[in-house]
């Protein structure tokens, strides 16, 4: 899975999440009258790629290697010729929409920049599921009524899931990119670090366009070529695209029957249950040993309640027998999360716990379900970038394993904080508090 995010919304505050890399300035207003062609040069007021090696210390992300790169951008495009023809593409389709393309520069500064400071769950909850987005999404969800009883019934995929995703994505449709997403892929598959990964995107999206699903003037989109109201990708969509309102083309951008159909179809095929939801907020335990929140373990429902955790709020879980992992993502002074098979099928849309809880959480407010029952703790400050490279060097320093020293959290990470927790005699909950770097610098 890439770590170059597609969602730009979403990746915009929740880079800190997967370590990806949307400046925030990639954010663009929505699409106006003034739509770039397909094989426009660098707009008038665009800013120029500053010049500058990214960085990653990529070999190809140097200076020189972009440049050489850039110069060689015409043979490079040339060269994906005997590729395009093998997935049908036509030499006119090819010389009309790849062969005039000039390389879009300033994306090589996007794919190097790293956030210095870094969103909690509870900021990046607080800025996607608020109450202006929960009664545009009903709002929305009610205009579209129709489509939404269509898509539930031919997919069996929850319409407040894929409502969600359309708001947390691009607010209903609000915010897109405008950069031509021919453009940004054939520039990330012939330059840069991301080649490889990038030269399936770029031959995707010249199906798209020789099939004709999308126009090139609406194939716009991210500096990563995610496109349309749920932020598609050129091979997602050649995986799941849906012509749902049977017009003959899969319009991703302009079509809300094909966007929701096809989002559903997604979801589905990432192995959405029917009739289920995505989770609970639960409460756990002061003693409870955190060991067991991980997301390998699952157990059921009642297992669960065995060790102690009740549902927030005092119901009782309608499935005893479902199975769930629990997640902690602030330890033992946060709420706990069970999270179900959907929730999984939630972050095979985009691999990151924060963006598929925000997901579950609006999907559940949109239906009229109430917000988080326990507080977040918003007196913990977030270590920045700097701190967070310190914290994973000291542990790895103290002979605790947390692979290279990155500043991105990711499970292993987690696992050593909770060796050292246990170690120093605090609750092992893996959560990486400005005092857990304190205690690892007195040592
Ligand atoms: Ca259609």
């Not at 120093?424 to 304190?438: E, H, R």
């Amino acid at each position: 899975m890439t770590r170059i995010h597609s969602h730009l919304m979403a990746a915009a505050v929740m880079a800190a999440f997967t370590g990806s890399a949307v400046a925030s300035d990639d954010r663009k207003s929505s699409i106006t009258g003034t739509i770039p062609r397909t094989s426009a040069p660098v707009q008038p007021g665009d800013k120029e790629w500053s010049g500058e090696s990214g960085g990653s210390g990529h070999p190809q992300m140097t200076a020189a290697a972009i440049r050489a790169a850039a110069a060689h951008f015409p043979q490079c495009i040339e060269q994906l010729w005997p590729l395009a023809a093998r997935r049908g593409i036509s030499r006119a389709s090819f010389n009309a929409h790849a062969a005039p393309l000039t390389p879009d520069l300033r994306i090589m500064d996007f794919v190097d920049s790293q956030p210095e400071f870094t969103r909690s769950f509870w900021d990046y909850l607080d800025i996607l599921v608020t109450d202006a987005r929960i009664a545009k999404g009903r709002e929305m969800m009610e205009k579209h009524s129709a489509i939404f009883e269509a898509v539930e019934r031919t997919y069996g995929v929850d319409r407040y899931v894929v409502a969600a995703i359309w708001g947390v994505e691009t607010n209903y449709g609000d915010i897109r990119g405008d950069r031509p997403v021919i453009r940004s892929t054939a520039t990330l598959a012939c330059v840069g670090r991301r080649q490889n990964y990038f030269r399936d995107e770029f031959l995707s999206a010249l199906e798209i366009l020789h099939r004709g699903d999308v126009k090139p003037d609406r194939l716009v989109g991210s500096w990563a070529g995610a496109f349309g109201p749920t932020q598609f990708m050129p091979s997602a969509f050649k995986r799941d695209a849906i012509d749902f309102d049977r017009d003959g083309r899969r319009d991703l951008v302009d079509s809300v029957a094909d966007v929701m159909g096809s989002t559903a179809n997604k979801l589905k095929r990432g192995g959405w249950n029917a009739g289920e939801t995505w989770g609970y907020e639960v409460v756990v335990p002061a003693t409870f040993d955190f060991l067991l929140a991980e997301r390998g373990r699952t157990l059921t429902i009642r297992e669960w309640e065995q060790y102690g955790l009740k549902r927030a709020g005092g119901q009782a879980f309608p499935r005893p027998d479902d199975r769930a992992y629990l997640m902690v993502p602030a330890g033992v002074q946060g709420p706990g999360f069970l999270m179900l098979p959907n929730f999984r099928a939630i972050m095979r849309y985009n691999p990151s716990e924060a963006y598929a809880l925000a997901i579950g959480h609006l999907a559940d407010r949109l239906r009229g379900g109430d917000a988080f029952v326990q507080e977040w703790p918003r007196y913990e400050r977030v270590l920045s970038r700097a701190e967070r490279l310190e914290l994973q060097q000291l542990l790895a320093r103290h002979g605790f394993d947390v692979g290279e020293p990155d500043g991105r959290f990711g499970a292993r990470t987690r696992s050593a904080i909770r060796d050292f927790q246990a170690r120093i005699g605090q609750v092992p909950d893996g959560f990486a508090s400005a005092v857990v770097l304190d205690r690892l610098r007195a040592r």
